[in-house]
């Protein structure tokens, strides 16, 4: 089966939290007709639908039908299919990927599924995704305490150190002490 | 110096005297001896720059052996100076007097022997200065290297601080009774002591600055030595309260070193009439406090540990109190701990010979103590493996015992130079003498000698 | 006790100076306390701070993807295609690849596969590579930063500055860094090579050395050598930026293939945040057993072109 796609231009409907759904593909099968929507503003890494409608051409909801998402992708030096995900058609004929696009440019989706005995069918529809550069995946260890950090650690060391310079310097105060008379044991330390 | 000197007085300077201007035969064959096994550890040291770690027993699995139970050791002795000398002193406690010199160098010297371990124990020793071109302030060794460096310094300023009226008096006394090059050092380093008023106030300035400084120094010393181990995430380590743990073992660690020192120390150069069995008592007091802390310390460890039996503790018990270690360990508890204690508690065996001994116990036991902790801390598996074992080699053991030669050789050296004790804070414990309303009285000028002498 | 610090003024004959600290004494030493503790590393620490804004290097130019954000390399391991390399009979293959491909000295085993018991009394072979922390304990305790993490997330080892003090080996909990107690053997080939953190040979004797998760070959889009010598294809290498792993033969994408199929960090609770996860199985995938003990023990064959080869035990 030869599965057909084609851009619709449709109204933007209203945002409302979610980005707006444009219809971007039909596909028409023997049986199944099956309507593609995606999201019409997606973002790099934010979560969006993909709605695929299956219903056949009496405009009858097709229930209950296993349907897989995919993409073909390449990495690594491979080349691939890649399963997004899956869902089963609810009573109105309704399959959704909830799917984060994670990279730029234009992906192709692919709806697959298996109408009662037939064949394996395959519906496209194409999703292109602006760049935006940002990096969505930081690694995070550590929980920051303002004033908590080395700089106090390098304080307290230079403290202490300024500390021992001070007793140098009584050291050096000894030793260039004014020539006065000796004197006993007085003033000394530790006499009780 | 225009003061009234009594034959007691005499006699002290003479006793502080003695050991610098004759040497017996006796000396020269112990200095020969340390020599002899240093220069052997210094030639296993050499077989291990050139071949690598790889002659030493320690692996992968157990990477961390004998040099570092050895520096652990060594920095845990050290806390015998700051805590006769410092808090005795803050405390004002006069008994301290005879003891405090030799405190004072034994941490100085511990001090030394414990960093050299460290920097034996690298890989590449080469590359050591790398951990001032690049060192990082979140690592637990640049806190090691921060906390000892400070402490010697410190150490050095609070020996030689209350050395300088000594050394004056060396430089006074000692000219033509020994050879140049060591009056040469008296001069220097008495720094123009005459014994002048604004003298004595700056020298108690920048000892009193010392002494308070000395004390939060060597707690964080050891407690940072001890964080080397217990901030990893390793089953026996993995605890909180090996800081005061770590102190209150170097601290006991410490003062048994002290008492063996001075024990021996007093019989060599005759100081009964200074150091008494009352400091070997008192000590012992001290000794038998710490022991019972360090049991306490033992007991909060393995009950907690034990009550929930986590990942690792059961291993590390088997091996700990029933398997492999278990002879160090039980011989740790009973016989460096326990026993110790009840040699303190009894009064029969506290003297100085019940004392001593009770000191070489703890010295051994607490030399044991670090050596479990590294060795059977790394043997806990952390994936599925069958523990590894260690065993030091030739090498390992050569080094270690150059490493206490060492210790005793700069001992050795130290009295052969320097002061033994602090005769200005002796002399001030001068016994004086008070006329007995039933005695007849004396002629002027003349000091009736109190019998027996100072000590007691 | 007398007061040192007496505070009679100008008093008698007596001078200031040997008396009494000022104000400007007190400044002026603790300008000299800073001063003092400059060598130390205070000064290199500011600077590469300032430099850089945050602690980690990288060497050479990091992975990016299309778009240009950094790649967050990540490994796969699916437990239900490991049996220790028991149906082909021989070493784990795995550590087989990478102990060649980077002339892994012996006893080291970057990768290493280790049987674990499973509840019950079955086994379970688990590759372990280095797991790449994002809480890493041996970058912690590094004091020389010798071993850093990377802005792609790896965590890798300079042994031009390592000073072989052995702390990060006493920090790591899953056994994964390994101490070239001797000279290592080095072939003949690699005696030239130029060193670099992602290319450690040859390896230096007195440092440490560990798995660096072959960042340097995903960037000209090769695989690893773990992942390609893997004859199930159970490990996956993948990146979180883009979401997507792959074992040579098939692409998944990572946040599903995790999701899905429970996987799992080794020693969750030490909260070190590996980038290696596991998805629990014991081999039933490709057949084997659960009670089906033993692997063949590991081997070096390289070792014996080097003339004397110094090795040691782990």
Request: include cysteine.
């Given at each position: 089966?030869?599965?057909?796609?084609?851009?619709?231009?449709?109204?933007?409907?209203?945002?409302?939290?979610?980005?707006?759904?444009?219809?971007?593909?039909?596909?028409?099968?023997?049986?199944?007709?099956?309507?593609?929507t995606?999201?019409?503003?997606?973002a790099?890494?934010?979560?969006?639908?993909?709605?695929?409608?299956?219903?056949?051409?009496?405009?009858?909801?097709?229930a209950d039908?296993a349907?897989?998402?995919?993409e073909?992708?390449?990495?690594?030096?491979?080349?691939s299919?890649?399963e997004?995900?899956?869902?089963?058609?609810?009573?109105?004929?309704f399959?959704?990927?909830?799917?984060?696009p994670?990279?730029?440019g234009?992906?192709?989706?692919h709806?697959?599924?298996?109408?009662?005995?037939?064949?394996?069918?395959?519906a496209?529809?194409?999703?292109?995704?602006?760049a935006t550069?940002q990096?969505l995946?930081?690694?995070?260890?550590?929980?920051k305490?303002?004033?908590?950090?080395?700089?106090l650690l390098?304080?307290?060391?230079?403290?202490?150190?300024a500390?021992?310079?001070?007793v140098?310097?009584?050291v050096?105060?000894?030793?260039?002490?004014?020539?006065?008379?000796p004197?006993?044991?007085?003033?000394?330390?530790?006499?009780? | 110096?225009?003061?009234?000197t009594?034959?007691?007085r005499?006699?002290?300077?003479?006793?502080a005297?003695?050991?610098?201007?004759?040497?017996?035969r006796a000396?020269?064959a112990w200095?020969?001896?340390?020599?002899?096994?240093?220069a052997?550890g210094v030639y296993a040291?050499?077989?291990?720059l050139?071949?690598?770690?790889?002659?030493?027993?320690?692996?992968?699995?157990i990477?961390?052996?004998?040099?570092?139970t050895?520096?652990?050791?060594?920095?845990?002795?050290?806390?015998a100076?700051?805590l006769?000398?410092?808090?005795?002193?803050?405390?004002?406690?006069?008994?301290?007097?005879?003891?405090?010199r030799m405190?004072?160098?034994?941490t100085?010297?511990?001090?030394?022997c414990?960093a050299?371990?460290?920097?034996i124990?690298?890989?590449?020793?080469d590359?050591?200065?790398?951990?001032?071109?690049?060192?990082?302030?979140?690592?637990?060794?640049?806190?090691?290297v921060?906390?000892?460096?400070?402490?010697?310094?410190?150490?050095?300023?609070?020996l030689?601080l209350?050395?300088?009226?000594?050394?004056a008096?060396f430089?006074?006394?000692?000219?033509?009774?020994?050879s140049?090059?060591?009056?040469?050092?008296y001069?220097?380093l008495?720094?123009?002591?005459?014994g002048?008023h604004?003298?004595?106030?700056?020298?108690g300035?920048?000892?009193?600055t010392?002494?308070i400084?000395?004390?939060p120094?060597?707690?964080?010393?050891?407690?940072?030595?001890?964080?080397?181990?217990?901030?990893?995430?390793?089953?026996p380590?993995?605890?909180?309260?090996?800081?005061?743990?770590?102190?209150?073992?170097?601290i006991?660690s410490?003062v048994?070193?002290?008492?063996?020192?001075?024990?021996?120390?007093?019989?060599?150069?005759?100081?009964?009439?200074?150091?008494?069995?009352?400091?070997f008592v008192?000590?012992?007091?001290l000794?038998?406090?710490?022991s019972?802390?360090m049991?306490?310390?033992?007991?909060?460890?393995?009950?907690?540990?034990?009550?929930?039996?986590?990942e690792?503790?059961e291993?590390?018990?088997?091996?700990?109190?029933?398997?492999?270690f278990?002879?160090?360990?039980?011989?740790?508890?009973?016989g460096?701990?326990?026993?110790?204690?009840?040699l303190?508690?009894?009064?029969?065996?506290r003297?100085?010979?019940?004392?001593?001994?009770?000191?070489?116990?703890?010295v051994a036991?607490?030399?044991?103590?670090?050596?479990?902790?590294?060795?059977a801390?790394?043997?806990?598996?952390?994936?599925p493996y069958?523990?590894s074992t260690?065993?030091?080699?030739?090498?390992?053991?050569?080094?270690?015992a150059?490493?206490?030669?060492?210790f005793?050789?700069?001992?050795?050296?130290f009295v052969?130079?320097?002061?033994?004790?602090?005769?200005?804070?002796?002399a001030e414990?001068?016994?004086?003498?008070e006329p007995?309303?039933?005695?007849?009285r004396l002629p002027n000028?003349?000091a009736?000698?109190?019998?027996?002498?100072?000590?007691? | 006790?007398?007061?040192?610090?007496?505070?009679?003024?100008?008093q008698?004959?007596?001078?200031?100076?040997?008396?009494?600290?000022?104000?400007?004494s007190?400044l002026?030493?603790?300008?000299?306390?800073?001063?003092?503790?400059?060598p130390?590393?205070i000064?290199?620490?500011?600077?590469?701070?300032?430099?850089?804004?945050h602690?980690?290097?990288?060497?050479?130019?990091?992975a990016?993807t299309a778009d240009?954000r950094?790649?967050?390399?990540?490994?796969?391991?699916?437990?239900?295609?490991?049996?220790?390399?028991?149906?082909v009979?021989?070493?784990?293959?795995c550590?087989?690849?990478?102990?060649?491909?980077?002339?892994?000295?012996?006893?080291?085993?970057?990768?290493?596969?280790?049987?674990?018991?499973?509840?019950?009394?079955?086994t379970?072979?688990?590759?372990?590579p280095?797991?790449?922390?994002?809480?890493?304990?041996?970058?912690?305790?590094?004091?020389?930063?010798a071993?850093?993490?990377t802005?792609?997330g790896?965590?890798?080892?300079?042994q031009d500055?390592?000073?072989?003090?052995r702390?990060?080996?006493a920090?790591?909990?899953?056994d994964?860094?390994?101490?070239?107690w001797?000279?290592?053997?080095v072939?003949?080939?690699?005696?030239?090579?130029?060193?670099d953190a992602?290319?450690?040979?040859?390896?230096?004797?007195?440092?440490?050395?560990?798995c660096?998760?072959?960042?340097?070959m995903?960037?000209?889009?090769?695989?690893?050598?773990?992942?390609?010598?893997c004859?199930?294809?159970?490990i996956?290498?993948?990146d979180?930026?883009?979401?997507?792993?792959?074992n040579g033969?098939?692409?998944?994408?990572?946040?599903?293939?995790l999701s899905?199929?429970q996987a799992?960090?080794?020693?969750?609770d030490?909260?070190?945040?590996?980038?290696?996860?596991?998805?629990?199985?014991?081999?039933?995938?490709?057949?084997?057993d659960?009670?089906?003990k033993?692997?063949q023990?590991?081997q070096?064959?390289?070792?014996k072109?080097?003339?004397?080869?110094?090795k040691?035990?782990?």
């Open positions: 089966m030869k599965s057909i796609a084609f851009k619709a231009a449709a109204a933007v409907l209203g945002a409302v939290g979610i980005a707006a759904l444009s219809l971007t593909g039909t596909a028409r099968a023997a049986h199944v007709v099956v309507d593609i995606v999201p019409d503003q997606p790099i890494g934010q979560l969006m639908e993909v709605q695929a409608h299956f219903h056949s051409e009496s405009n009858e909801a097709i039908m349907v897989t998402f995919h073909e992708v390449t990495f690594g030096g491979v080349t299919d890649v997004l995900g899956g869902a089963v058609t609810d009573e109105d004929g399959a959704a990927l909830t799917y984060d994670r990279t730029a234009t992906h192709e989706i709806v697959r599924y298996t109408y009662a005995d037939g064949e394996e069918e395959d496209v529809a194409s999703l292109t995704v602006p550069g990096q995946y930081r690694s995070t260890a550590g929980v305490i303002p004033g908590l950090n080395v700089w390098m304080a307290l060391v230079a403290i202490v150190w500390i021992l310079l001070s140098a310097f009584r050096i105060a000894i030793a260039h002490a004014d020539e006065l008379p004197v006993g044991r007085a003033g000394s330390i530790g006499s009780s | 110096m225009e003061e009234v009594s034959p007691w005499d006699r002290l300077e003479e006793t005297l003695a050991p610098v201007t004759g040497t017996s000396y020269y200095v020969a001896f340390l020599l002899v096994v240093i052997w040291y050499s077989r291990q050139q071949d690598g770690l790889v002659v030493t027993g320690m692996r992968d699995r990477s961390w052996g004998l040099y570092i050895t520096f652990v050791f060594f920095i845990g002795i050290s806390h100076g700051t006769i000398s410092a808090i005795l002193r803050v405390s004002q406690a006069r008994w301290r007097t005879p003891i405090t405190a004072e160098f034994i100085l010297v511990s001090l030394i414990g050299l371990f460290v920097i124990d690298l890989g590449r020793p590359r050591v200065l790398n951990v001032i071109r690049y060192g990082r302030w979140q690592s637990p060794i640049v806190w090691d921060l906390a000892i460096t400070t402490y010697i310094t410190a150490s050095t300023a609070y030689f209350p050395m300088i009226p000594d050394l008096l430089r006074d006394k000692l000219a033509g009774r020994v140049g090059w060591r009056m040469w050092l001069r220097v008495s720094v123009r002591w005459r002048t604004s003298q004595w106030q700056s020298m300035a920048a000892m009193t010392a002494m400084l000395i004390i120094i060597a707690v964080s010393v050891h407690t940072v030595v001890s964080w080397i181990f217990a901030m990893t995430l390793r089953e380590w993995n605890s909180t309260i090996f800081g005061a743990f770590f102190v209150a073992g170097a006991f410490g048994a070193m002290l008492i063996i020192v001075m024990a021996i120390l007093r019989k060599v150069y005759h100081l009964e009439e200074y150091i008494t069995e009352k400091h008192y000590l012992g007091y000794l038998g406090t710490f019972l802390i049991v306490y310390g033992n007991v909060s460890e393995y009950l907690t540990t034990g009550y929930k039996m986590s690792g503790t291993f590390h018990f088997r091996q700990l109190f029933l398997g492999e278990a002879g160090f360990y039980w011989f740790y508890l009973l460096g701990l326990v026993l110790p204690g009840l303190i508690l009894l009064p029969l065996t003297n100085i010979w019940g004392v001593v001994a009770a000191s070489v116990l703890v036991a607490m030399w044991v103590e670090r050596y479990f902790i590294v060795v801390g790394f043997r806990v598996p952390l994936m069958e523990p260690y065993a030091p080699t030739w090498v390992e053991i050569s080094v270690v150059a490493g206490f030669a060492l005793a050789l700069l001992i050795t050296l052969k130079i320097f002061p033994i004790m602090a005769v200005w804070e002796v414990d001068e016994p004086t003498t007995e309303p039933a005695v007849a000028g003349a009736p000698e109190p019998a027996g002498g100072a000590g007691g | 006790m007398t007061d040192g610090n007496d505070r009679e003024g100008s008698g004959t007596q001078p200031q100076h040997s008396r009494t600290i000022g104000r400007r007190v002026r030493l603790i300008g000299l306390g800073a001063l003092s503790i400059a130390f590393p000064l290199s620490t500011a600077i590469r701070t300032a430099i850089s804004g602690l980690t290097r990288s060497e050479g130019a990091v990016r240009g950094i790649r967050q390399w990540t490994m796969i391991i699916d437990l239900r295609r490991c049996d220790g390399c028991q149906s009979e021989k070493p784990p293959q550590t087989a690849a990478c102990i060649q491909g980077h002339f892994a000295p012996e006893p080291m085993e970057w990768i290493q596969v280790f049987e674990g018991e499973l509840p019950g009394g079955g379970q072979f688990i590759p372990t280095c797991q790449q922390c994002q809480n890493p304990p041996c970058v912690n305790v590094c004091p020389v930063a071993t850093f993490s802005p792609e790896t965590v890798l080892i300079d500055r390592c000073i072989g003090c702390i990060c080996m920090a790591c909990p899953y994964r860094r390994f101490f070239n001797g000279e290592a053997p072939p003949e080939e690699a005696k030239l090579a130029p060193y992602e290319h450690q040979v040859p390896a230096r004797k007195g440092t440490v050395m560990k660096d998760f072959c960042p340097d995903m960037r000209d889009d090769v695989l690893p050598y773990c992942v390609q010598g004859p199930n294809d159970a996956y290498y993948g979180l930026e883009e979401d997507v792993a792959t033969k098939q692409i998944v994408a990572a946040s599903r293939f899905r199929n799992y960090h080794l020693r969750e030490l909260k070190t945040k590996p980038r290696v996860y596991y998805i629990p199985g014991h081999g039933e995938d490709v057949g084997r659960a009670f089906t033993g692997r023990p590991t070096w064959p390289w070792i072109l080097v003339k004397g080869a110094r040691w035990k782990r």
